[in-house]
């Protein structure tokens, strides 16, 4: 009995604490019936046993089956926007769980991760490798590719990742056709520029300067360029830097010189200067790194850094 009792007062505990934060997307919704049926569909998530879609919310609150096309319209109506709720819930997180702060900047983390679907000609679908060293997942997919950014918090002393924003980075450019697709924050950009772009608004919807902590995958030409150009602009809310695992085959190129009063040579003009491995530069500046021991993958290493 007592049992009983403490679980029934923590799970009283637990929905007012719920029901403040849903408090605060009122304002993204124009339709009180519109915020509603967002309120019920999130404690159906939340509650639910199976992963059946919008049949496990209606099992999991015992809502009258008759209910389900209702709910299906909730997800195309005009009266809110998803942009706005990606604001509000990067905002609500920032107000009621603690983030982990270094260096007066917020941690964000990225990464993609691929989705395996059955149904082939669900939106978004494509053929994908799979690039996962587990054994039990197959080489092709049918699947979506999500894009993924974090940020890094801490409750009672442990840390944690606490989603920001989920989206589906490929497989969408044929709704670039559509007639709605203004309406819409879908991109047709690669995979890894979106990443970036994530980060940023995320960011920007903190208000936060933030560090941005991915895997070498990320570290490209067109990842650099999208991060300088948000760092470039004149009105931004936040500054972003970005951590990431360099290849030791990742090379640069030198500028090409001004050549000023020289006769044109003949065949196609150079576009880049002299080749730079990086790892060669790092191997030249080793009095200047310094040493320090790191916990990794749950062991101690030591590793070397460049301060300047």
Known sequence: MILYHTQLWFATIMFEKIEKMLMHFRTCFSREKAFEWFVIIVIGIILRTDLLGLTSVIRSMM??????????????????????????????????????????????????????????????????????????????????????????????????????????????????????????????????????????????????DATLLLDRYYLSRPALLTLDEHNKQEHRKSYVHMIVKARRTTTGYKQLPKEKDEVPKKGRPRKKGDKVVLWDLFETEVPNFRKTTIRLYNRRREVSYYLY
């Open 63 to 208: 809502i009258p089956g008759t209910s389900y096309t209702a709910m299906m319209a909730f997800f195309r109506a005009s009266s809110w926007n998803l942009t706005d709720l990606r604001k509000k819930h990067c905002r609500v997180v920032k107000k009621h769980i603690p983030g982990l702060r270094k260096n007066n900047r917020c941690i964000l983390v990225g990464d993609g991760s691929k989705g395996s679907k059955e149904g082939k000609y669900m939106p978004g679908v494509k053929k994908y490798k799979q690039e996962s060293e587990t054994q039990s997942k197959p080489e092709m997919i049918f699947g979506h590719l999500w894009g993924c950014i974090g940020l890094l918090t801490i409750i009672n002393g442990q840390i944690s990742c606490t989603p920001m924003t989920n989206k589906i980075h490929d497989g969408l450019q044929g709704m670039e056709k559509w007639d709605a697709w203004e309406d819409h924050d879908f991109s047709v950009d690669s995979h890894v520029v979106q990443i970036l772009r994530d980060a940023c608004n995320v960011a920007d919807y903190l208000e936060d």
